[in-house]
């Protein structure tokens, strides 16, 4: 079956989020390298990123934090992402893609703020899905219903093996979207997605790419 639709995740997928991580060094006084390699060997072992947090913060609360971030600095980029943190190779290979036919949809785990930052980047895809507007997150099988049915309305008829998933981690992207019926790529970049492409999980994805420019000549040889 022919790929008719590719969706992307945000974070380390079409967003770099060094900028972000690097903020919150600085918010906790803690060295870039020491934060950095601390949540990398964390993720590493096997623990999530807010282990990480919490192994430099005790009792790190993400909500709490945010919250109190948002009061001191109401007007600061905090831990947000703009258009100076998108990947360079976002824009040339989504035009490819759309180039070749493809429709492009953005789905990612985001806060609301997210949305609205995406448009307004006009990538020229045909929908954006965030999770805390939905009220649903991955991998909760509902997201990957409700990321269907937002590829399905520019796609009249689209099936879900007919829907490529692009993200940067086993357990969130390749395999719930795998269960979903859409084929899937892991992308080979950012905190998880080194570490997941060695996970025994990444041969469930149906690819393992390193950008992309790469991603879009997948998707070619595939059309």
Same mark, same amino acid.
């Given at each position: /079956?022919?790929?008719?639709?590719?969706?992307?995740?945000?974070?380390?997928?079409?967003?770099?989020?060094?900028?972000?991580?690097?903020?919150?060094?600085?918010?906790? !006084?803690?060295?870039?390298?020491?934060?950095?390699?601390?949540?990398?060997?964390?993720?590493?072992?096997? !623990?999530?990123?807010?282990?990480?947090?919490?192994?430099?913060?005790?009792?790190?609360?993400?909500?709490?934090?945010?919250?109190?971030?948002?009061?001191?600095?109401?007007?600061?980029?905090?831990?947000?992402?703009?258009?100076?943190?998108?990947?360079?190779?976002?824009?040339?290979?989504?035009?490819?893609?759309?180039?070749? !036919?493809?429709?492009?949809?953005?789905?990612?785990?985001?806060?609301?703020?997210?949305?609205?930052?995406?448009?307004? /980047?006009?990538?020229?895809?045909?929908?954006?899905?965030?999770?805390?507007?939905?009220?649903?997150?991955?991998?909760?099988?509902?997201?990957?219903?409700?990321?269907?049915?937002?590829?399905? $309305?520019?796609?009249?008829?689209?099936?879900?093996?007919?829907?490529?998933?692009?993200?940067? @981690?086993?357990?969130?992207?390749?395999?719930?979207?795998? $269960?979903? !019926?859409? @084929?899937?790529?892991?992308? $080979? $970049?950012?905190?998880?997605?080194? @570490?997941?492409?060695?996970?025994?999980?990444?041969?469930?994805?149906?690819?393992?790419?390193?950008?992309?420019?790469?991603?879009?000549?997948?998707?070619?040889?595939?059309?």
């Amino acid at each position: /079956m022919a790929i008719r639709t590719v969706v992307f995740d945000v974070g380390e997928t079409l967003v770099d989020e060094t900028r972000i991580f690097a903020r919150w060094a600085d918010r906790f !006084g803690i060295p870039h390298m020491a934060f950095f390699g601390t949540i990398g060997g964390v993720i590493a072992s096997g !623990g999530t990123l807010t282990d990480g947090f919490r192994l430099l913060v005790p009792g790190f609360d993400l909500a709490a934090e945010s919250e109190r971030w948002r009061a001191e600095d109401p007007d600061g980029e905090r831990e947000h992402f703009t258009e100076r943190d998108l990947y360079p190779d976002v824009r040339p290979a989504f035009k490819a893609m759309r180039e070749a !036919g493809l429709s492009l949809v953005i789905a990612g785990n985001q806060p609301p703020e997210a949305g609205p930052v995406l448009a307004a /980047m006009e990538l020229g895809v045909d929908g954006i899905g965030i999770s805390d507007d939905w009220g649903v997150a991955k991998p909760d099988p509902a997201f990957f219903d409700r990321t269907l049915a937002l590829a399905a $309305r520019s796609r009249p008829g689209l099936t879900a093996d007919e829907v490529l998933y692009v993200g940067d @981690r086993v357990d969130n992207d390749v395999l719930p979207a795998g $269960r979903a !019926g859409m @084929r899937t790529v892991l992308l $080979r $970049r950012g905190l998880y997605g080194y @570490r997941h492409a060695a996970e025994p999980g990444a041969d469930r994805a149906d690819a393992v790419l390193d950008d992309l420019h790469q991603l879009a000549s997948w998707t070619a040889e595939r059309g």
